[in-house]
């Protein structure tokens, strides 16, 4: 669904100012607004304003804001003119309408601001004061809400969630008056959401509609491998269901496997993060048969975490996302490549989380972790004395009873042949790894946590690109040290790393995605957000 155009208007009002700190020192009360400096004769006093808030306690959640923005008006009506409603009541209304239906989101409609913007809307009516104070805060307060829920997104504690991204912080007070302020539409300057939302969103009424006239009954995993002009009854059901989701152009009726049907099976295996074959198989089905209600909910879950991320911007930055197992390299706000990586298992899953990364390590030793001295290095040398020396590693001392060891620098090496670190409490860092053959397998949660890397040396070269003595023979040569050697980035060459959890976002060909739930968090995030 497509906003209207006064709408688009209203949106890019809100989203021309940076985001910053809610807390706001000592608004004074501008007394150079009055009704002889303003167009406007309609003014409330603060006694009202505290009634209301008083009164209506769902918005005393934003005393702060209504105190500061009417301060900063002298408590001029926003939303009035001295004649009527002013163009911004509409806009914002059309806006907040086309919001509830495409997020399905029934707490952000209230039925007493419905009825009286109906009232002031439908026609030249004659002013009446207690109503139009009514309206008046009925529409701030619910702009407040609106920008909170949109921008900033639920009221939720993220960290029991296992996400440790610092939230940004929203203006509410800012906002609206930019939006009353603005006349006319305006490019987007700091956009407030990450870019990806708006993608994603767009997905929704696709989805809205698919749910409301179609029936997903689960289908069957064919009995047997198709072959091309192979007929089947099945075959017209997953066609149509391919068509539905964008992955055939048309709504093919035939029931004959032809090569449409084999392009729009691997345009959804890639949307799936599926091996791409063009075949119909279990894991393929699966997929197919989620409901789509379900699809709807995996949507709104990552738009919320989606309200929860900084704006995307044009600076250097790293993003690793987990479920996609893909880490991607933004130069000047754009992907500048890719590549695969394993990241930690369920039961020692990656924190979610960002930093700067600082440090390039070569030829690294790996400081074996104590549970693993114990498991498996103290029952190794007491079978084989030679056990440290076979496996290129050293005892350097020992702590609490027992040895401390390491492994040298070398190709058997766990942390392979170069290490990143972004300094966190997490001890999670990137790493290369001696089992490359494990980046062919389409799940990858394999590691302790840290961030396996299929291509380390492609990240060295990007991070020292800057130094034309950093040649691709010399990072070469520094991996195959019989020694570590450790680089420090220049301050201002320190990479941020965002380590996030998505299940579902848009790609870069437009395509709508969506990843298994590896770790649960959808799961915990729906419990917070739906009401069953």
């Not at 709807?296 to 738009?303: A, E, P, R, S, T």
């Amino acid at each position: 669904m497509k906003f209207k155009k006064i709408t688009l208007v209203f949106l890019s009002a809100i989203i021309i100012f940076s985001c910053h700190n809610e807390a706001r020192n000592n608004v004074e009360r501008d007394t150079t607004v009055n009704p002889i400096t303003s167009f406007n004769n309609l003014f409330l006093d603060s006694a009202a304003l505290e009634r209301f808030l008083a009164t209506d306690t769902f918005f005393d959640r934003y005393t702060q804001q209504f105190s500061d923005f009417y301060k900063q008006r002298n408590y001029e009506f926003a939303w009035f003119d001295s004649g009527s409603l002013a163009e911004q009541a509409g806009n914002f209304m059309n806006l907040l309408s086309s919001t509830i239906e495409n997020l399905n989101d029934s707490s952000l409609y209230n039925e007493r601001l419905q009825q009286l913007f109906n009232y002031y809307s439908s026609g030249a009516k004659k002013i009446n004061k207690d109503s139009a104070l009514e309206t008046e805060l009925l529409l701030t307060g619910q702009f407040f809400n609106y920008a909170a829920k949109v921008y900033k997104g639920s009221d939720i504690d993220v960290t029991q969630l296992g996400w440790f991204i610092p939230r940004k912080k929203i203006d509410l007070t800012a906002m609206l008056n930019s939006a009353i302020q603005s006349k006319s539409s305006a490019p987007a300057g700091n956009d407030i959401l990450n870019s990806q939302y708006d993608q994603l969103q767009s997905f929704l009424p696709k989805y809205n509609a698919i749910a409301k006239n179609e029936s997903w009954d689960s289908l069957p995993t064919p009995d047997e491998k198709w072959k091309l002009g192979t007929k089947d009854k099945l075959i017209r059901k997953i066609k149509h269901r391919l068509f539905l989701l964008g992955d055939m152009d048309e709504d093919d009726s035939s029931k004959t496997f032809d090569k449409a049907m084999i392009e729009g099976i691997e345009s959804f295996q890639q949307r799936m993060g599926l091996s791409v074959d063009g075949e119909i198989g279990q894991k393929m089905m699966d997929e197919l048969n989620v409901p789509i209600n379900d699809r709807i909910k995996q949507i709104l879950v990552n738009l919320e975490r989606l309200r929860w991320m900084p704006a995307q911007n044009d600076s250097i930055y790293f993003v690793v996302n987990i479920p996609e197992y893909k880490l991607h390299v933004y130069d000047s706000g754009k992907i500048k490549f890719n590549m695969n990586v394993i990241v930690g298992a369920a039961a020692t899953s990656t924190v979610i989380f960002n930093g700067n990364l600082k440090y390039i390590v070569f030829s690294p030793y790996w400081n074996v972790p104590p549970s693993i001295v114990t498991k498996e290095i103290v029952p190794g040398i007491a079978k084989d004395k030679n056990y440290i020396a076979e496996h290129n590693m050293e005892i350097t001392g020992k702590s609490n009873g027992l040895p401390v060891v390491r492994q040298k620098p070398g190709a058997d090496n766990s942390l392979g042949l170069v290490k990143f670190l972004f300094p966190n409490s997490y001890d999670i860092y990137l790493h290369d790894t001696p089992n490359h053959d494990l980046f062919s397998q389409s799940s990858r949660g394999l590691s302790h946590g840290c961030i396996r890397l299929s291509n380390p040396k492609k990240i060295a070269q990007f991070l020292l690109r800057n130094d034309t003595t950093w040649t691709s023979e010399k990072i070469d040569s520094c991996m195959h040290l019989t020694k570590e050697d450790w680089v420090t980035l220049p301050e201002n060459q320190r990479v941020p790393v965002f380590i996030v959890y998505f299940t579902s976002w848009v790609d870069k060909n437009g395509k709508l995605n969506f990843r298994k739930d590896i770790y649960g968090h959808d799961a915990e995030l729906a419990n917070k957000l739906f009401i069953k």
